[in-house]
């Protein structure tokens, strides 16, 4: 079964430090990687994904990902992370017309 | 643009009865997604239409059906409510995606459905 994991339920972290979200697939073929934010009772906005090419992608707000294909991994990363970055964020991966979600993964930044 | 809207904002059913839930999207975009989010359990896929005039099953269609009416438009229909059935359900659309090349999703704002 195709699938997205999210191993940490929770990330804490203090203002200004660096941040990693870490992720996971297992998707046939050569899925394209993407990273959501949300935040409370909004729905999801798009940060980054990954197609081909340079395995550092850069994205919104300061955020970007590093694709590995040996280890399946597609993990999310700021230099330094700012309170307003506290929300809950998704990994997912598409192949053939489907979005495979990880399960999300909440960041809390700390003052 | 409003990019996509959804409605109701909120629902509260009992067991047993019926509703739809709208999604509408002006960006012009192909593929359309009906998406149910639950505590830990990240976002399932119930239905998507890839284009106008297409539908096909997610990972969770049971108890549920679909209509893209047009191309902008693309309703979830629950024909008898279960107390499994209460969810966040998000819409979500995106300009191409196909074999060879995926989009970002565009994500409405969210219906909450609590089912009695």
């Known amino acids: 079964a195709q699938s997205v994991a999210q191993p940490e339920d929770q990330v804490n972290v203090a203002e200004g430090n660096p941040l990693t979200v870490k992720c996971t697939y297992s998707?046939?073929?050569?899925?394209?990687l993407f990273w959501y934010v949300q935040y409370p009772n909004r729905g999801l906005q798009f940060l980054l994904k990954y197609i081909t090419g340079d395995n550092l992608v850069k994205g919104s707000y300061g955020f970007e990902a590093e694709f590995n294909k040996s280890q399946t991994s597609f993990h999310l990363k700021k230099p330094s992370a700012l309170v307003s970055d506290s929300a809950l964020y998704f990994c997912?991966?598409?192949?053939?017309?489907?979005?495979?979600f990880g399960s999300g993964t909440k960041l809390n930044v700390k003052p | 643009n409003a990019g996509v809207t959804q409605t109701p904002k909120f629902q509260v059913l009992k067991t047993g009865q019926s509703m739809t839930l709208q999604c509408a999207q002006d960006m012009n975009h192909n593929s359309m997604y009906w998406y149910r989010q639950d505590p830990g359990m990240g976002l399932r896929l119930i239905y998507y239409?890839?284009?106008?005039?297409?539908?096909d099953k997610g990972e969770v269609p049971n108890g549920y059906n679909v209509s893209r009416l047009n191309k902008r438009e693309f309703s979830l229909r629950l024909e008898s409510a279960a107390p499994s059935q209460t969810s966040v359900y998000f819409c979500?659309?995106?300009?191409?995606?196909?074999?060879?090349?995926?989009?970002?999703?565009?994500f409405g704002p969210g219906t909450r459905l609590t089912v009695l």
């Open positions: 239409s890839a284009s106008e005039g297409t539908t």
């Open positions: 998707v046939s073929g050569n899925p394209y």
């Open positions: 979500a659309s995106s300009s191409l995606t196909g074999r060879d090349t995926a989009d970002e999703q565009f």
């Open positions: 997912a991966a598409y192949n053939f017309n489907k979005f495979y």
